[in-house]
């Protein structure tokens, strides 16, 4: 008898189990958000067409975003957060979404200029009637509800913050402040104070006093306490660096985000910034250009300053020019991507979402994969010139 009962139990337990999982089964069916999906972005970049001399977009794979009459433009900027700037024959700038309607159902085309792209949720625009730049908000309306339009110049939104400028240049006094996103001043008195400012960058913006450059943080103090403004030439922080040069010595190197130095770079001409964990650097003896590291030891332990031009490091490549004139890319171990001829294009691009814009000797513009294929397999060169790919979204 104990033995019919457990066989019994064991029957009703398989029963159980059974149903436990076809309910789980058909939960997941039923809720698709429970199921491990990737939606990758969509990526686009702006073309101009060869034959109509017009701007239109293409996707990652090539085809045109519109299917048809898709150049149209006289100008465009990338899209960014679903909205892209773009020039009509009028000479005019209006933003238009991914499917191509406008971004105002009349009157699209109203602005005398643009600042590329949307970035934060806010654009900068120039007003065709004032001449004066003020932002727009995603949905088309205006960051200031009265008087929008009222700064001389603008960068666009960085870290919450952007840099705007009272007064022309020549005949004002010129000075540059910062505002929040609501529209408020970032100094509740005295905002416009600097002779020149810069977006921010890792919680920091260069900013020119008194004919020196200095350092302030997003609450306005100052990176320095004692001496802030000391160099007469800066750089905005990457990767937790700063190009400087000392307005006193002449010294220029690179300096942390606490202020405290890295290295001096004595005995180059120039340095970008870095990128990547490498510098491009060009060596004053020479007049060549290689790359440093950011212990300061150079990247090729023998003939590190082999280039006549660079690029600075994107997704595991650089741009490099040799003494022939023509570009190529180097990976970041020194290696060139071509096993063989590698100099091989009349101008390139830094890569962005996996391909780079170059441009051969015809004159037109194509792109190249991190492998160094070619986009399209035929015709790849067939733009009169194009813009790097980024996120439409």
């Known amino acids: 008898m104990q033995k019919n009962i457990s066989k019994t139990n064991s029957l009703l337990f398989l029963i159980v189990v059974s149903t436990i999982l076809i309910s789980l089964s058909f939960y997941n069916c039923e809720n698709p958000t429970n199921q491990s999906t990737t939606q990758q972005p969509l990526l686009l970049a702006p073309v101009k067409d060869s034959s109509s001399g017009k701007w239109g977009f293409i996707k990652k794979d090539g085809s045109n975003l519109f299917p048809t009459n898709n150049f149209r433009y006289d100008d465009v900027c990338s899209f960014s957060e679903g909205l892209a700037a773009v020039k009509d024959s009028s000479g005019k700038w209006g933003y238009i979404k991914i499917d191509g309607s406008y971004l105002f159902s009349t ?63 020549g005949t004002d006094i010129v000075k540059f402040g910062f505002i929040n996103k609501d529209g408020t001043d970032l100094f509740s008195t005295n905002n416009f ?6 977006s921010f960058s890792e919680g920091l913006a260069c900013v020119w006093d008194s004919g020196e ?7 306005g103090s100052n990176l320095f306490s004692i001496n802030n403004f000391r160099y007469d030439y800066v750089y905005s922080f990457s990767e937790g660096l700063a190009f400087v040069r000392d307005s006193s010595s002449g ?16 005995g ?17 003896s020479s007049g060549k250009w290689g790359y440093i590291k950011t212990d300061g030891t150079d990247l090729f332990s023998t003939n590190n300053f082999r280039y006549d031009d660079v690029d600075s490091f994107s997704e595991g490549l650089a741009a490099v020019m040799d003494s022939s004139g023509k570009w190529g890319y180097i990976k970041k171990d020194g290696t060139d991507l071509f096993s063989t001829n590698n100099f091989r294009y009349d101008y390139v691009d830094y890569f962005s979402e996996g391909l780079a814009v170059v441009m051969d000797s015809s004159g037109k513009c ?28």
């Open 213 to 219: 450059w200095g350092f302030i943080k997003k609450d």
């Open 251 to 266: 010294e220029h190197g690179f300096i942390k985000t606490d202020g405290s130095d890295l290295f001096s770079t004595i």
């Open 107 to 169: 009157n699209n085309f109203r602005y005398d200029d643009v600042v590329s792209t949307f970035s934060e949720g806010l654009a900068a625009v120039k007003d065709s009637s004032s001449g004066k730049w003020g932002y727009i908000k995603k949905d088309g309306s205006d960051l200031f509800p009265t008087n929008n339009f009222r700064y001389d110049e603008v960068e666009s939104f960085s870290e919450g913050l952007a840099a705007v400028r009272i007064g022309n240049w």
């Open 366 to 393: 194509g792109y190249i994969k991190k492998d160094g294929s070619d986009l399209f397999p035929t015709n790849n060169f067939r733009y009169d010139d194009a813009y790097s790919f980024s996120k439409a979204e």
């Open 193 to 198: 104070r600097y002779g020149s400012a810069r």
């Open 268 to 284: 180059y001409d120039y340095v970008y910034s870095f990128s990547e964990g490498l510098a491009a650097a060009k060596y004053g």
